[in-house]
């Protein structure tokens, strides 16, 4: 449980006096991005984040060593949900009932120096959050994730996250699909034999929510350069044997029969 070292990076838990130094880093990853990535970054405001810090939720931080003044990486983890937020009423109204949604916590705002990319951080600071969540009574994790920002799919895949819903967002009409976990349920799932498919959802999103309405769940991700978005994601699902079972008809997806699991970058 955090403050702690973990992988040489020293992770402890957000401020308000630590502000400031997530605005620095906000403004710096924004000014980074190509113009067609800066529509997918949404900017927190001071007040903004002082709620989530204070009465709405909590943020992690990220630095080299617990002496070093500067942030290389944030996130955070909403747990009080609100009706005026168009992204967060839609995923939590997934599940329809007011008692379910109340155990919700939705990951967001995940930040990470460019240098400092590609180290394990975003998978670290989603399993803490995960972690301090559910010390807190909730039990599904959300979170949103552009289509075409496969270090992201492979950070919540690699975490028991699974895709549950995948639609243009209503904000500025990009691509995403919704990660799932309870962390409730017993993970005997993956241990039944199971047909899976795999294909571009950059490519082929349209596709994705037949395939999750017919019960195929996300189970991994792994480059592939001859798609658009340069990766393909394994959905697979377990067989029922007492029913004639064949993958759905999708373009370029593959079928196979397995009780191995998916490969994961």
Wanted: hydrophobic share 35%; proline share 5%.
């Amino acid at each position: 449980m955090i403050p702690q070292y973990i992988n040489s990076f020293y992770y402890f838990q957000l401020t308000l006096s630590d502000i400031p130094e997530i605005l620095n880093l906000q403004q710096k990853t924004y000014d980074s991005l190509l113009p067609k990535k800066k529509q997918d970054m949404i900017l927190k405001s001071p007040e903004q984040l002082a709620k989530l810090i204070n009465t709405h939720g909590f943020m992690i931080g990220t630095k080299q060593n617990m002496k070093d003044h500067n942030l290389i990486a944030y996130s955070a983890a909403k747990l009080v949900l609100e009706k005026d937020d168009l992204t967060e009423m839609r995923i939590s109204s997934i599940f329809g009932d007011k008692k379910t949604s109340d155990k919700c916590c939705i990951l967001q705002t995940d930040v990470t120096n460019a240098a400092f990319q590609n180290k394990g951080i975003h998978k670290t600071m989603t399993a803490q959050r995960v972690l301090i969540g559910q010390q807190l009574g909730k039990s599904h994790f959300l979170s949103e994730v552009a289509v075409d920002n496969p270090a992201s799919i492979k950070g919540f895949t690699s975490q028991g996250f699974h895709v549950i819903a995948a639609h243009p967002s209503p904000i500025d009409e990009c691509k995403v699909l919704i990660f799932y976990n309870n962390t409730n349920k017993e993970p005997i799932w993956d241990h039944l034999p199971h047909m899976w498919v795999s294909l571009s959802a950059v490519e082929h999103f349209a596709s994705l929510p037949h395939l999750i309405q017919q019960g195929f769940k996300s189970s991994g991700i792994e480059k592939c350069g001859n798609t658009q978005g340069g990766y393909l994601m394994f959905f697979k699902k377990p067989f029922d044997f007492a029913v004639q079972e064949t993958a759905p008809s999708l373009p370029i997806a593959q079928q196979q029969s397995t009780t191995k699991p998916a490969h994961i970058l």
